[in-house]
């Protein structure tokens, strides 16, 4: 890899803190307000050699008063050899959490470089980075942004030196509406700075990343006037469309299916079947039968509360008894301890084809994720090597892979319906699902379903797309699936945009 240093600033941002810059302890450890550091790099993606620029730095959160209140961490890939940017795609990311640094997607998806792991996403030593070969940097720039109090993006001092109260803080940063507005404030600095106005543009978020780019979609349309190509909802969360009662409940049994399929825990008839042939089967029945008995609660008929029972039992892995005493309605965390009880053995809440082991056998949840244990075991070491020593970005601040932002304020989330107001609004915004059959935390049923209830006209149905993979809640760590993954995300960002002189008109 051709790598060497550009360039590097800092901006004292005089005008706006004249006080906190001559008055702050230089002795304290703290973030540089708007930085950048430019590095040279190149990576064969496809078979082609792609040489481009990488930036990683800081640019700053303003108030209405002009005064910087945070800065937030971003790197920029920028493909060199393009002359005209305003055919050029721009892919802005986001992570979840909320609290989650931007790294998961970043070194494991659809950057030019990838974690060090083995075929299925586990840990190996030493441990590193590596070249993606199927990132989608050959069809799109991409930035990666840490929102507040995540990677080393940080609040900032007022002039006297003093941060703003913790209340205050969860008004400015730390909440579904607050994180939108201030978000896209910063996306359209960004923008700007790096004259990207003219370039179709995308936004990609991961879990709760993806209530934060639906609400941006229409965020960044009805406040900014900035209007986009796409949005992309990796393993997405309930987007304020409600799934509670017996919906939440039956839509679980497809995702229990694919575990205990992945796990050999079916019975000999199921388990020969593929994923694609059962999946179906099982969402048949979720929505034609079981969520119909869910919804008659206690006056359900004992003859079909039997049948129902056992059905739910035969997809799930489960005795029909256990589906029984918990009144047809078995939680994720029972359920994560109990299928594999017999083994001594727990699953993953965000990646079931993970393996715990706790202390006993009995309980009704698990001790620890085991997945989420297994991801901090490889990420931390590797995107701490990668800032530093590739991208050459230096700081003695602790990298945050998950930032205190709690309690988080998630009241008025409508974020599905705004990205269905910014589609309606917009015909040249298309949307793509991305889920992992094995996620128990934001299953891949409820994924379907929120997207089958965003649209009730059914006019844009043909703009909304689903895509479901063999891992799970970062589907993109086992091999085949980076590949696929990102593969279908370089067709969705060719396809949504538009052919030359095609107005966005209905």
Not at 51 to 63: D, F, L, R, S
Not at 184 to 197: I, K, Q
Not at 332 to 347: A, G, N, S, V
């Amino acid at each position: 890899m051709n790598k060497r240093r550009l360039a590097a600033g800092l901006l004292a941002l005089s005008m706006s803190l004249p006080a906190f810059a001559a008055d702050t302890d230089t002795h304290s450890r703290q973030i540089d307000i708007d930085s950048s550091v430019v590095t040279e790099h190149e990576v064969r993606i496809k078979g082609e050699t792609i040489e481009y620029t990488a930036t990683t730095g800081t640019q700053p959160v303003w108030n209405d008063d002009g005064d910087a209140i945070a800065t937030l961490f971003y790197t920029y890939y920028k493909r060199s050899d393009v002359d005209d940017d305003s055919k050029r795609p721009l892919l802005i990311s986001f992570n979840g959490g909320p609290g989650s640094a931007s790294v998961w997607m970043h070194i494991a998806y659809t950057g030019p470089r990838v974690l060090k792991i083995d075929d299925e996403g586990y840990p190996v030593q030493p441990y590193g980075i590596k070249n993606n070969p199927d990132s989608v940097l050959d069809v799109a720039d991409i930035v990666y942004v840490n929102p507040v109090n995540t990677g080393y993006s940080r609040v900032l001092p007022n002039a006297d030196g003093e941060l703003p109260s913790r209340e205050q803080q969860k008004s400015m940063f730390f909440g579904v509406k607050a994180d939108i507005k201030y978000l896209a404030d910063w996306v359209n600095t960004f923008v700007t700075r790096n004259n990207r106005w003219r370039s179709p543009k995308f936004l990609i978020g991961e879990s709760y990343g993806t209530t934060r780019v639906s609400g941006l979609a229409g965020e960044l349309q009805d406040r900014q006037w900035m209007y986009l190509n796409g949005v992309v909802l990796v393993s997405p969360t309930d987007l304020g469309i409600d799934r509670d009662g017996p919906v939440k409940a039956a839509n679980r049994l497809p995702y229990f299916a694919a575990a205990a399929w992945y796990h050999n825990a079916l019975d000999s008839e199921l388990q020969g079947l593929d994923l694609d042939e059962l999946l179906p089967q099982v969402e048949a029945f979720t929505v034609n039968e079981y969520l119909p008995a869910l919804a008659k609660g206690s006056f359900i008929d004992e003859q079909e509360k039997q049948r129902v029972a056992q059905q739910v039992a035969r997809y799930s892995g489960l005795t029909s008894d256990t589906v029984l005493a918990a009144n047809l309605d078995v939680s994720t965390w029972f359920y994560w301890k109990e299928l594999l009880r017999d083994r001594q053995q727990t699953i993953g809440r965000l990646d079931s084809r993970y393996l715990g082991i706790d202390r006993d056998g009995v309980g009704s949840r698990p001790d620890y994720n085991a997945e989420l244990t297994s991801w901090l075991h490889s990420f931390t070491p590797a995107i701490n090597y990668y800032i530093r020593e590739e991208l050459d970005y230096k700081t003695d601040v602790k990298y945050a892979m998950f930032g205190d932002v709690h309690p988080w304020d998630r009241t008025g989330n409508d974020t599905g319906e705004r990205l269905r107001q910014a589609m309606a609004q917009n015909p040249y915004l298309n949307v793509m699902i991305q889920s992992g059959y094995f996620d128990g935390a934001t299953n891949y049923f409820d994924a379907k379903y929120s997207m089958w209830q965003m649209d009730p006209s059914g006019l844009m149905k043909d703009r909304l797309r689903f895509k479901g993979y063999r891992s799970g809640h970062m589907m993109y760590l086992r091999a085949d699936d980076l590949k696929s993954a990102n593969d279908d995300l370089r067709e969705f960002i060719l396809q949504s945009l538009p052919a030359n002189g095609e107005a966005a008109k209905y």
